[in-house]
């Protein structure tokens, strides 16, 4: 009897053993682990989608552990460190040179299912941004592009033509100081992170590291130029000091152009019913690139997962047709070209869609060092803050971030990569 | 004592004495050990000797600036703490009606966790619309951009720990209660003023409680972080911005271990915190003999 219950159990061990290494939860669902950075605006669409899925998918369970989007990296990290990393969680942003070494390269589960996934569908930007070095480690649900934002009513009230897609750096510093008056900026500079600085630099033809990623270059002639002109944003009186303007900047109503603004604040900006807004792409600086960045906002999965299979189909999901339409009405850009030529947002702000795709065709990268966001927050924007409040020169900051980024990359052995 | 007490003593002691072990002992020689390896905690750790402690000296463009951001917040912040809290303490000693309505409310916003204070306060010291600058502006006064000033971020948190006083205002109040009123007595018959009174009797009665939270403050204001954690994620500048002004030396270090994992810097950074730490408050004991009143050797 003893020995016939243990074989059974043996047997059934090696059952279960063979086919996934963590066991069915009582339903006979599979649990896929989803470290989520909780969102308050996109709680309740995230929570319909997982239930929408698990519906489809009744031998899987999606278990949500939420975590502060503050948090959510360092959170990430210990778990990564603890061996215990979720099976799937947020990548494709400028973390994953970081988090590369941890991710699964998903190309044969892509190459398998091509038709479903249908990568032609999304933008040529998108796609070449999902492939790095080739292979597909994330599947996207958005993603941000850098753009120009600008208020249709304060132009109108100016007699001042709307903002073109051949716009210079030089119709648009003219703009802004034209329409600087009456309590009302012409611009507004984004301060904290590299966003519009770092955009500003590619414009002028510079950029933060050699190609290689083995040295700073900031001090380079282009990327002076590129901080002076940003700078200069403020030194001409077209916009406010960092903390001087508008508490809620460009969403006041009393800034007139925005400059590299985030696609993620549509949402915000359609609910304001007063905000008569409008996107074009970004001007093009004096090497005739407009430098706007381009990130995802993806989900990838852990080399370590004992559900790969079942993680793949989750993600497959998320950034199917169905996820991609929830996103655009909860105010996401489309990020499927078919999602897109719907419509389904098209009563709605901003109009001029085609912007979008002159950005998305002219972005650029963020530089794939897992050293990035350290050296570009930590070492370049404390001189960048002098610079803007400070009598500091561009060129004086632009060696002092350089020479610390080069000794940050010397002590961690040039290891930027 | 007995071999049996002396057992029963060990016995006693153990539970302790293991937790001091694996708790806080272990964990202090490993981050020793750390120090001088470079270690992002997903790779094991590489020994480069002294590398950590060279950079942070020599090269990192943060570590200075830390140090004296730091020291600036504590020579700022540990006086005027100590004097808010012993001015507010003398007027709770008074004999006035709703005496412990008074002590509870002062005491209140040291219960307030600091962060919530610093999301609170970043509110208030808001350039353009919060309410400081609002109450200056109604009495003609053109108000800083506090916390998007590099000049004017620290003096502005070194403003908001006087909030948190009440700690201290409580080992005042019970130091002055501790004051004898029999000498109290003999210099107001000797025709001594309020003033007199306080210098030659109250204040070194009370020398040994100010030393105690004069230590307490400066060990306190180096290790100084969840404040400026919250204040600086709050006001748009960033943790430590604009421009480092408010980069606390443990805001620095936390960021070098938990946003960038760079664990062997963070533990070096650790040790020569808890070495400065040792030597200021070695230097405070030696020191406190020539201004602390020992009843017992007068």
């Known amino acids: 009897m003893n020995r016939g219950i243990v074989g059974s159990v043996m047997a059934l061990g090696l059952l279960t053993g063979c086919s996934h290494d963590r066991p069915v939860d009582p339903q006979g669902r599979h649990t896929v682990i989803w470290l989520y950075p909780v969102d308050v605006g996109t709680k309740a669409m995230t929570e319909k989608l997982v239930a929408q899925f698990e519906m489809e998918n009744p031998d899987i369970h999606i278990d ?69 070095g080739g292979h597909i480690y994330f599947m996207p649900q958005w993603f941000n592009v850098s753009l120009l934002y600008y208020n249709r009513r304060i132009f109108d009230a100016s007699h001042e033509p709307y903002p073109r897609a051949d716009w210079t750096w030089s119709d648009y510093a003219g703009a802004a100081k034209r329409l600087t008056k009456n309590g009302v900026w012409g611009s507004t500079v984004t301060t904290g992170w590299w966003g519009e600085w770092l955009t500003l630099v590619h414009g002028a033809g510079g950029d933060l590291f050699d190609p290689a990623i083995t040295h700073a270059t ?60 409008e996107i074009e792409a970004l001007p093009k600086g004096p090497s005739g690139r407009r430098g706007g960045e381009i990130s995802l906002t993806a989900l990838g999965i852990a080399k370590a997962t004992p559900e790969r299979e079942s993680a793949w189909r989750f993600l497959k ?45 002219s972005a650029e990268p963020i530089p794939s060092s897992k050293d990035f966001v350290e050296i570009a927050l930590d070492l370049v924007q404390p001189e960048i803050d002098r610079m803007l409040t400070e009598d500091v020169s561009p060129a004086e900051v632009t060696k002092k971030a350089t020479e610390a980024a080069n000794a940050f990359l010397r002590a961690t052995n040039g290891a930027a990569k | 004592m007995s071999r049996t007490q002396a057992r029963w003593c060990w016995l006693m002691i153990a539970p302790a004495t293991v937790g001091l072990l694996l708790f806080t002992i272990g964990p202090m020689l490993t981050s020793l050990w750390l120090s001088f390896t470079d270690y992002d905690v997903v790779s094991s750790p590489r020994f480069v000797g002294t590398a950590n402690y060279r950079y942070l000296l020599t090269a990192d463009p943060s570590f200075w600036v830390s140090v004296k951001v730091t020291a600036m917040y504590a020579l700022g912040s540990v006086p005027l703490g100590l004097f808010a809290a012993l ?108 003033w007199r009174r306080f210098w030659v009797v109250t204040w070194p009665a009370l020398t040994p409680t100010v030393f105690f939270n004069l230590t307490m403050g400066l060990i306190g204001a180096m290790k100084a972080f969840d404040q400026a954690f919250a204040f600086g994620q709050s006001n748009g500048a960033g943790v430590g911005g604009p421009a480092r002004a408010t980069l606390f030396y443990v805001l620095n270090l936390y960021t070098k271990a938990f946003e960038h994992f760079h664990m062997g810097l963070a533990s070096a950074m650790a040790w020569l915190l808890f070495a400065v730490i040792a030597a200021i408050t070695f230097l405070n004991f030696r020191l406190s003999k020539r201004w602390v009143y020992d009843e017992a050797t007068g």
Request: overall charge neutral.
């Open chain 1, 64 to 132: 949500v552990r939420a975590v502060p989007g503050s948090q959510y990296q360092t959170k990430l990290k210990t778990l990564v460190a603890a061996g215990e990393p979720p099976d799937v969680f947020v990548c494709g942003d400028v973390f994953f040179a970081y988090l590369k070494p941890f991710l699964s390269d998903l190309t044969d589960l892509a190459r398998r299912d091509a038709k479903e996934i249908d990568l032609d569908d999304f933008y040529p930007a998108v796609q070449k941004a999902m492939q790095p």
């Open chain 1, 218 to 277: 900031l001090d380079s002639p282009a990327g002076i130029q590129g901080l002076t002109f940003y700078r200069d944003t403020i030194k001409d009186g077209f916009a406010p000091p960092p903390g001087m303007g508008p508490a809620t900047g460009f969403a006041s109503d009393k800034v007139a152009m925005d400059y590299g603004g985030h696609v993620g604040l549509w949402a915000t900006y359609r609910q304001i019913p007063t905000l008569d807004w």
């Open chain 1, 317 to 361: 999901f998320m950034s199917s047709k169905e996820s991609i339409r929830a996103h655009v009405d909860r105010g996401y850009v489309a990020i499927r070209r078919s999602v897109a030529a719907e419509h389904r947002d098209a009563n709605l702000p901003p109009r001029n869609r085609a912007a979008v795709e002159i950005a998305l065709n």
């Open chain 2, 87 to 194: 001015a507010v303490a003398m007027l709770l000693n008074l004999d006035v009606p709703f005496r412990g309505a008074y002590r509870t409310l002062y005491y209140l916003p040291t219960l307030l966790p600091a962060t919530v204070s610093g999301v609170l306060w970043a509110w208030i010291f808001q350039p353009t619309d919060g309410a400081l600058n609002q109450m200056l502006a109604k009495v003609g006064v053109h108000g800083p951009a506090w916390t998007q000033s590099p000049s004017w971020a620290l003096p502005a948190l070194i403003l908001m720990s006087a909030w948190g006083y009440g700690g201290a205002m409580v080992i005042f109040l019970a130091g002055l209660q501790e004051s004898p009123r029999a000498l109290h007595e003999a210099a107001a018959l000797d025709g001594a003023g309020q």
